[in-house]
């Protein structure tokens, strides 16, 4: 639905004939996800749950919101809930994850993972079916043994690219907000994703999205050129934008 620092949110569906409808993260503003939703032919009703990875204002800004009114059960971890509790007081259906623990979904088995960044308790995700194994990682300051481990034998990922070094070394940021980017409890550059994928490719993988493009410290040209031995090993490449969703991606 849309990625970058301005707001995170995607959507999975898995199934054809019980099919389940999962949101990722809700941190685009209320009325600017509902109608991306709509116009990509999404009914909120059929949205089954929302799961969040973490409570920074980029991926959560709308998760109560939309909790609350349609009525959608919400999941995160109580690290996550707790740094962001003022906000999730009335929801009415409120479930906890447990890293590194599987929670059960309709036809899904979804996985939470910790990760290395400046959050309460964040996570990233895989998504399992009987099928495919689709795994969602963002906001990482580094790549560790676990993460390695966890998103072996995918078949697709959306994967952060966030910025470049040269670029946000050049940039106007405050020398503070730079070294929190860079940090090991930052953002993944595009060093980091690209050695990551290249130790986890295997020839089932399909499909990698890269995520979280900082608009002013990275480009898609730099990502693309980073991603082109992939393409070359017949992995699709699309690059998420901030201001529109990519549309529909499915996995064979």
């Not at 009325?31 to 799961?51: M, N, W």
Request: glycine share 4%.
């Amino acid at each position: 639905m849309g990625s970058g620092s301005e707001g995170n949110s995607l959507v999975l569906e898995s199934g054809l004939n019980n099919k389940t409808t999962i949101l990722v993260d809700c941190g685009l503003k209320f009325d600017v996800l509902e109608k991306r939703l709509i116009d990509q032919g999404i009914s909120i009703s059929e949205i089954d749950a929302i799961f969040i990875t973490h409570e920074h204002s980029d991926h959560v800004r709308s998760a109560a919101k939309f909790a609350r009114v349609f009525e959608i059960p919400l999941f995160m971890t109580h690290g996550s809930f707790y740094a962001y509790r003022d906000h999730f007081q009335k929801i009415k259906f409120l479930s906890f994850l447990k890293s590194d623990q599987t929670t059960k979904f309709n036809d899904l088995s979804i996985l939470p993972f910790s990760i290395p960044h400046d959050a309460r308790e964040p996570v990233a995700l895989v998504f399992q079916d009987l099928k495919h194994r689709l795994g969602v990682l963002t906001d990482a300051g580094s790549i560790t043994p676990h993460i390695e481990k966890t998103l072996s034998k995918l078949d697709g990922l959306v994967l952060e690219f966030n910025y470049d070094p040269n670029m946000l070394k050049d940039s106007k940021y405050p020398h503070s907000l730079k070294k929190r980017i860079a940090s090991s409890f930052g953002h993944l550059s595009n060093e980091d994703a690209q050695n990551l994928l290249k130790k986890i490719y295997h020839d089932k993988l399909q499909v990698v999205v890269a995520a979280h493009l900082s608009q002013k410290n990275n480009s898609p040209e730099l990502v693309d050129k980073m991603l082109k031995v992939f393409k070359e090993n017949s992995v699709k490449i699309l690059i998420a934008k901030q201001s529109k969703p990519t549309g529909w991606i499915n996995l064979n």
